[in-house]
């Protein structure tokens, strides 16, 4: 190094470290500073290679700064400012300590050039963003940030495996693209270290489960960081992996397919993740120029509409206590801020014209066709009639539309939350319609050149046309797509049972393995032993005696009399002793030569 290079996610680390410091009058001063400096650190980077530092026998790099590093850098670091003042209000420090050490991991995954450094950062995320769950203080909470932990310690140990089975063939461990031709056991292992953080089914059932029951504001948090550092990973790592279009897609579809399902609305936004970040994965599969800025793209207005909605639905949980639409219905009257943030945060997501996800999921769609990929390309299309129609019709309808299911005390305790929150949300819809209304805001920061323009004749009466038949359906299907208060089954359904009855294995295996070794051991060698060693001489000469008293007739009494006699007093035969000598040497000579 050359010169002091301070990297963004030690400011955050050194404001969570010194945030139990601050007093309590310039607290909410600090908490806006803090993630404010690291947005303009990360904006003010130039690009180029930083932080290179020799351990051991490899290089780490802790700051790679080029076009997609610089792009995801800064989409982070904007929702953490955002995170941090929808959240300014929450009185536990802990909460911003682990906020902000779970966004330095993220920034710390997007800068780094090797794969250690890039595991480091990775694991940083997944200890302290669990904490965003257990911070809610239920029980269910401190259950699902248990499985959260769990299913990321074994994401983590199968990326770990997968950096050393590669390092052992490989010339260095620079953190850049794979042969996608021929991955090997090492590349595979870092491929699923990677598609579990993307949530890639069957490996996704963490996502709703920890997002579901997180803080309020912890789930703004979670939304923006592990899934796209995850796509992140993937446009480094595997860019043109065939088998990616495919499982992007299946992720697209079932996303769609559970959100629809789902009665609990941050659930239900859980889910839609999974779906969204579908049409990454399949773009990063397809991995041309297009296809790698539409993932980009989609990757940076996803951050900022997903959590808008995560903002919205947490308003409302914060403000009433609830988030099941069995439980909800008509608050736009009591909370219309809320209720026209989350519209626009629903028409984002659903790419109407005008809005974020016109200008950047379009993108990938079109990276299909113009790849000869139709059917990728027409189930990624058919996904985003789903996507308007649970998160642009059914989380506003069923929220602050359709049937009043609120109970007394929740319609009470119904209104628009604090200012903050308020700013928050009103941030993120601008950025929203800005991101939709002047591309070039965009498209310019993307890492190819584009030439991709979605204000087309033919692509916005294509949208329209799919977005009004499925508003159609949606209202002619009404009483069919009422929520009901049900669970669906997901994957997670098989490692919740399977501990249960591993539990109950285990239990049996180990505890009747207990009682035996006790038997044995306690009740009955550890007896023996004491007696043995009381006299072990006579022992073993009355043992013997016994056997040749069988043998000869003699007195077996009188004869384990006068061993025993000798045995107190320490006098034994010459003839016994060589005997044992003998017996003693033979017996090692069998374990020398065998």
């Not at 963004?8 to 400096?37: C, D, S």
């Not at 420090?93 to 997007?110: H, M, T």
Request: hydrophobic share 55%.
């Amino acid at each position: 190094m050359t010169e002091l290079w301070i990297h963004p996610a030690l400011i955050l680390l050194v404001g969570a470290a010194l945030l139990p410091l601050v007093p309590e009058r310039i607290r909410a001063g600090y908490l806006l500073l803090v993630p404010l400096l690291v947005f303009a650190r990360v904006h003010g980077m130039a690009q180029g290679v930083y932080g290179e530092v020799r351990y051991l026998s490899w290089d780490l790099v802790f700051g790679r700064a080029d076009a997609i590093a610089s792009l995801f850098a800064y989409i982070l670091a904007l929702m953490a400012v955002l995170g941090t003042l929808y959240a300014l209000k929450v009185k536990k420090r802990s909460e911003f300590a682990a906020a902000w050490v779970y966004v330095a991991g993220s920034l710390g995954v997007v800068y780094a050039g090797d794969l250690l450094t890039l595991f480091l950062f990775w694991e940083m995320m997944a200890l302290s963003s669990v904490f965003l769950i257990w911070l809610r203080g239920r029980k269910e909470s401190l259950a699902a940030g248990f499985r959260y932990l769990l299913v990321h310690s074994a994401g983590g140990a199968c990326l770990l495996a997968g950096i050393l089975v590669y390092s052992r063939g490989a010339e260095s461990l620079a953190f850049s693209g794979f042969n996608v031709q021929h991955l090997g056991i090492g590349g595979w292992l870092i491929l699923i270290g990677f598609l579990l953080n993307a949530a890639v089914p069957p490996l996704h059932a963490w996502l709703p489960d920890g997002y579901g029951e997180a803080t309020f504001s912890g789930s703004v948090f979670l939304c923006a960081f592990t899934t796209k550092t995850a796509v992140y990973a993937l446009i480094r790592g595997f860019a043109g992996l065939e088998i990616l279009i495919w499982l992007g897609v299946i992720m697209a579809l079932y996303g769609v397919v559970y959100a629809v399902l789902e009665n609990d609305s941050r659930r239900l936004l859980a889910y839609h993740i999974i779906s969204q970040v579908g049409y990454m994965v399949a773009g990063v599969g397809i991995g041309t120029q297009l296809a790698i800025n539409g993932v980009c793209a989609h990757a940076f207005a996803h951050i900022l509409y997903k959590g808008l909605l995560f903002m919205g639905c947490g308003a409302v949980l914060q403000m009433t206590g609830q988030s099941k639409f069995t439980e909800l219905g008509g608050l736009y009257r009591k909370m219309p801020w809320t209720f026209l943030f989350t519209l626009i945060g629903g028409l984002s997501i659903s790419a109407f014209p005008l809005f974020s996800g016109f200008v950047s999921k379009s993108m990938t769609v079109a990276a299909g066709f113009e790849a000869h990929l139709l059917w990728p390309a027409f189930l990624l299309t058919l996904a985003s009639a789903g996507t308007f129609l649970h998160t642009g019709l059914k989380v506003p309808y069923f929220i602050w539309f359709g049937k009043n299911n609120c109970k007394p005390e929740t319609w009470e305790q119904a209104a628009d939350p604090s200012w903050n929150m308020i700013a928050a949300m009103a941030i993120g819809s601008a950025l929203c319609i800005f991101i939709g209304v002047y591309t070039p805001y965009l498209y310019d920061m993307l890492p190819y050149p584009v030439e991709y323009n979605p204000y087309t004749a033919y692509h916005i009466s294509e949208s329209m046309q799919i977005l009004l038949f499925t508003m159609l359906g949606f209202f002619l299907l009404l009483k069919k797509l009422q929520p009901a208060p049900a669970v669906a089954v997901d994957t997670d359904w098989l490692y919740r049972r399977g501990a249960r009855v591993f539990r109950r294995w285990d239990d049996r295996l180990l505890n009747g393995l207990n009682a035996w070794c006790e038997e044995l051991i306690v009740r009955r060698a550890l007896p023996w032993l004491s007696r043995f060693f009381e006299a072990p001489g006579g022992y073993l000469q009355v043992a013997g005696l016994r056997l040749l008293a069988r043998l000869g007739g003699a007195d077996r009494q009188e004869t384990e009399v006068a061993v025993q006699c000798r045995s107190r007093l320490g006098t034994y035969p010459v003839g016994i002793g060589v005997l044992l000598a003998v017996l003693y040497l033979a017996a090692m000579s069998l374990l020398f030569f065998f």
